[in-house]
């Protein structure tokens, strides 16, 4: 079994920055797995918004292309997504997710919220 424990969400203006955190744990993690970042905003679908392979490959969605930034710690077997000049519209629970590939997210955290004021 997987864990997914993130953290680093809360208030911010618009223009500002956060950077979110995705803990890993348990005896199935594989430093080979994929990891991404989705999010859903209120009283919408969750969409994806960033993923990285295990071989450094980075995919974004259109909308934070230029603006978020995910990385990845695998002697931490941790995930991070930086988020910059932040918009009311990144507004939203962001969940991180794991998997062997980027068709598969076979694991998801609880969520951490962020909310972006104007």
């Known amino acids: 079994q997987v864990q997914l424990v993130e953290s680093g969400g809360g208030l911010v203006q618009a223009g500002g920055s956060l950077r979110l955190s995705c803990a890993a744990s348990g005896r199935t993690f594989s430093s080979t797995y994929a990891m991404g970042w989705f999010r859903q905003a209120p009283g919408k679908e969750r969409e994806f918004v960033a993923a990285m392979k295990w071989n450094g490959n980075t995919y974004y969605a259109d909308s934070v292309k230029g603006r978020f930034t995910i990385s990845r710690d695998n002697a931490k077997n941790t995930s991070y997504l930086q988020m910059n000049s932040l918009k009311p519209e990144d507004t939203g629970v962001y969940f991180c997710?794991?998997?062997?590939?980027?068709?598969?997210?076979?694991?998801w955290g609880q969520g951490t919220a962020v909310t972006v004021s104007s």
């Open positions: 997710a794991a998997g062997p590939d980027l068709r598969r997210f076979d694991y």
